[in-house]
């Protein structure tokens, strides 16, 4: 099939190369920075939880006369309550969607398949453009007369309505959702199109690394349905602004034909793929940095593949162990529990399937290979923790508690986080031209995933003891007294892995003045980003490359070039 | 000297297992004083068991792994893709123990204790059978109970706010629902949680095994004040029940004011399917 692809110039001036650009590369730093300054944000702001939940009443040191002037530094209930339905928000659409979503199945993905760039420049171009408008104004929420939305990133109604949440702030969060909304569904269309349609000669989809895997398959899921979300958040919109009433009911309804169930099930129908779409780039990534820095091939790469393709398919399907507690009909509420555990039959096939790749391997610790084991590590305690959640008994309990919060941090938050990570250490010679610095980046791992884990861990322990979530004051019950401590350790975690990150911050500054030039080809792999110098120039290859085998052929003994590995484009040495 | 430095070495232990325990009772737990809370219990520490042994697989394999076959050690990796009968194999061997040991177990388990307990309600007509009806609003909790005629929503209803009074070694049915927003009624003595929604009628049934004062907690974010919304439970034995219904039957007529609508949010007792 013949595919023309739009010709642009290379990005030379300010506003080709930092505002309006078609280029690939240039979208997926542009998507990178605007994850990197999100995830700031939703960073401070989990600071501010945290140091409200250790001391409830107590004024914030440095930023609180600052920030709420009026309480006398104290944090405010109803700020409270923002403070973590915009972290969630954030860290979700705005921080993790970019880094590991835009920033870089932009990059990857014409990169590792042999294209020049991605089949629709414009609608690159535009999703990051919706993307940044849609974050801008889920930022001016916050000030708005009475604040911005405040009822959980969930937006349950009918606490989202008029009736739980007066003023703008709720109304321009479901908006500034729907423009995401519009963002992601552009961006899936072309990962999907450019995928199939301009993978390099010779490049079967077995034939991609498996970060084009992860990413292919996120496309696929947010193109079905993130359009889900927008439709909910766009009923939600009507509902507060034209007075329908889709999702009203009780004392305030007056036609009487709404359900604020009804949200939840469109919400959720979104809301577990949702957990999927941002794991698959993550997992994708790790599978080939695994199979990188062990010097062998990925162990099992088809089953690895197509273990991603049951997980996206059963992921669709299980949506309803959110709504344990809302009393679905039985028949419901088991199918959906047995469906879930189904969910584990694939996971397990996976992590045997990373853990081969390193048996016998060569393994070089690099920075890279160190997150991706750190993810290894954190998703399967993130995995596993799921099974209580599944299980519609043990769910009744821990429905709503911190459980909840500390598991869905493990598998959301702390391995998507952790293979972004990883990622930009392992790609940014691609990206900028210039190594970072291995030292701070092993230092910033280390420092980021010890107290990581007590920040988590403490959760699930708190759940495990009864807290329940988005309380501004815990311990206004007497039987979660006893927890003073615990949330004293996790908040103590939680600024010390606030701070690791300046390790992080002191690696781009320092990089920036003092960098090593990378060579081509620094971590010595063979996929085909890797033929090009770095930093990648414009339209990627001088001439499109013919793939000749996979992405993993390193350490085979029969290799007479002098190198342990392969390049995509050179014929497959038989052993 | 070295007795000296043994007495030490004891004190720290001691020191060290007296803050073990303390944070073991930190993390425990509130106490379980219902008739089913256990099996709840049961089915968590199955799976915390399950857990442990695959966690500690995934571990061995990650940290072995990386001592064994840092680059240090072994020098020259083997190269391989796992030829198709070892992966099938591989494939095979971890689906089928991860189904036996974990997936069936704990579904068969919890759909009987779905199907056996958590959903078997007391017959509706049942007179031994306690029954409330919970109202949530934003920041607070209405109980009501029938009264003397058993019936709801009428004038002798005994109606409470944010404190519930009842029985223990009777079963309870709650009926609930939620004037505003989504409330959720958490009874972490019982391990249970059931969400009150505004246009629907949620069902639970509970029977206590110990008197005494408990929390009765929101766990659904419902506002700015969601943490303020705490109700009190006490628990009488039978005896002492009957006598508190009786007196508080006495000023239902007084307390509930007849001439307010507001004040017959009650509805007619829903039987339970």
């Known amino acids: 099939m013949k595919v023309l692809v739009h010709a642009h110039d290379a990005p030379n001036t300010f506003l080709s190369k930092y505002i309006i650009s078609y280029d690939h590369k240039v979208i997926a730093k542009q998507f990178l920075w605007l994850g990197m300054v999100f995830l700031a944000i939703g960073g401070l702001m989990a600071m501010l939880i945290r140091w409200t939940l250790a001391n409830p009443g107590v004024p914030m040191p440095f930023f609180g006369h600052l920030l709420f002037p009026n309480s006398g530094g104290v944090v405010p209930p109803d700020s409270y309550a923002m403070l973590f339905t915009e972290h969630g928000t954030i860290m979700i659409f705005w921080a993790i969607t970019p880094i ?122 947010n193109a079905i349905f993130v359009p889900v979300l927008g439709a909910g958040g766009l009923l939600l919109v009507f509902d507060r602004v034209f007075e329908t009433q889709y999702f009203l009911a009780g004392a305030a309804a007056t036609s009487g034909t709404g359900d604020p169930i009804l949200f939840q099930h469109v919400f959720w129908i979104f809301g577990h793929p949702e957990v999927y779409i941002l794991i698959l780039p993550a997992w994708g990534i790790v599978s080939d940095l695994l199979s990188f820095f062990s010097r062998k091939p990925a162990f099992g790469y088809k089953a690895t593949a197509l273990s991603m393709c049951a997980i996206t398919v059963l992921s669709t399907l299980v949506y309803g162990h959110h709504m344990f507690t809302t009393q679905m009909s039985p028949l419901l509420t088991q199918s959906f529990m047995t469906l879930t555990m189904t969910i584990s039959i694939p996971s397990a096939i996976f992590f045997a399937n990373w853990l081969g790749t390193l048996y016998k391997g060569s393994i ?195 290799l007479t070039t002098g190198r342990d590995f392969q390049y995509q484009t050179e014929e497959l040495v038989e052993v | 000297m070295g007795f000296k430095l043994l007495v030490s070495l004891l004190h720290v232990g001691q020191v060290s297992a007296g803050m073990f325990s303390d944070f073991i009772t930190m993390l425990t737990p509130p106490e379980d004083i219902s008739t089913y809370g256990h099996k709840i219990m049961f089915l968590f520490n199955y799976i915390t068991v399950m857990n442990v042994f695959y966690f500690t697989l995934v571990c061995i394999g990650l940290f072995g792994f990386s001592y064994l076959y840092s680059a240090k050690r072994n020098k020259t990796p083997e190269y391989t893709y796992g030829n198709r009968k070892k992966q099938l194999k591989v494939t095979l061997i971890i689906g089928l123990a991860v189904f036996c040991t974990v997936d069936s177990v704990i579904t068969v388990t919890a759909n009987n204790d779905l199907v056996n307990t958590f959903w078997k309600f007391p017959e509706s007509d049942d007179p031994e059978t306690i029954k409330v009806q919970v109202l949530a609003q934003q920041w607070m909790w209405h109980f009501r109970l029938a009264g003397n005629d058993k019936v709801f929503n009428t004038d002798d209803d005994i109606v409470t706010a944010n404190h519930l009074h009842l029985p223990i070694g009777k079963k309870i049915v709650f009926q609930l629902t939620s004037k505003d927003v989504i409330h959720s009624f958490f009874l972490p003595n019982a391990r249970v949680k059931i969400d009150a929604m505004p246009g629907r009628i949620s069902r639970i049934w509970v029977e206590f095994t110990k008197s005494g004062d408990f929390e009765i907690a929101c766990a659904e974010m ?38 307010t609508v507001d004040s017959y949010w009650g509805w007619k007792w829903e039987s339970n399917r």
Not at chain 1, 503 to 532: C, H, R
Not at chain 2, 225 to 236: D, I, Q
């Open chain 1, 364 to 558: 070089r610790f690099t920075s890279p290979m160190l997150f991706s084991l750190g993810v290894v590590f954190v998703f399967g305690l993130g995995g596993l923790t799921g099974l209580y959640l599944g299980t519609t008994t043990t769910d009744f309990y821990l429905h709503d508690t911190y459980f909840v919060v500390g598991h869905f941090h493990y598998t959301m938050a702390a391995s998507v986080f952790l293979a972004g990570f990883g990622a930009i250490y392992f790609w940014w010679p691609k990206m900028y031209g210039t190594m970072l610095n291995e030292r701070l980046a092993k230092a910033h791992f280390w420092a980021t995933i010890l107290p990581l884990n007590g920040v988590f861990m403490g959760m699930m322990m708190m759940g495990y003891a009864g807290m329940h979530r988005r309380l501004y004051n815990p311990f206004i019950y007497d039987f979660l007294k006893k927890l003073i401590p615990m949330n004293n350790f996790v908040t103590t975690c939680a600024i010390l892995m606030g701070f690791a990150q300046i390790f992080f911050i002191t690696n781009l500054i320092w990089t920036y003045f003092k960098g090593e030039q990378a060579s081509d080809n620094p971590w010595e792999v063979g996929t085909l980003e890797w033929t090009t110098p770095s930093p990648v120039p414009h339209y990627n290859f001088k001439s499109i490359p013919i793939v000749k085998c996979g992405p993993h052929e390193l350490g085979n003994p029969k």
């Open chain 1, 100 to 221: 590991l979503i835009g920033a870089f199945g932009n990059l990857l993905i014409p990169l590792q398949i042999g294209a020049r760039d991605m089949i629709f420049p414009t609608l690159n171009m535009l999703s990051f453009h919706f993307t940044f408008v849609s974050g801008v104004i889920m930022l001016l929420a916050l000030c708005t007369p009475l604040g911005g939305a405040a009822g959980g990133w969930t937006a349950y109604p009918t606490l989202s309505l008029n009736l739980g949440s007066p003023g703008a702030g709720q109304t321009l969060w479901a908006i500034a959702i729907f423009l995401f909304g519009i963002s992601s569904t552009m961006g899936a269309i072309n990962y999907i199109t450019t995928v199939i349609c301009l993978r390099a000669p010779g490049m079967g989809y077995f034939d991609m690394p498996l970060a084009v895997w992860g990413l292919l398959l996120t496309a696929i899921l």
């Open chain 2, 222 to 259: 419902c506002g700015t004040h969601h943490y303020l919304m705490k109700a009190k439970m006490t628990l009488y034995d039978p005896d002492d029940f009957q006598y508190w219904e009786s007196e508080a039957a006495k000023f239902a007529y007084q307390e509930n004011d007849t001439g």
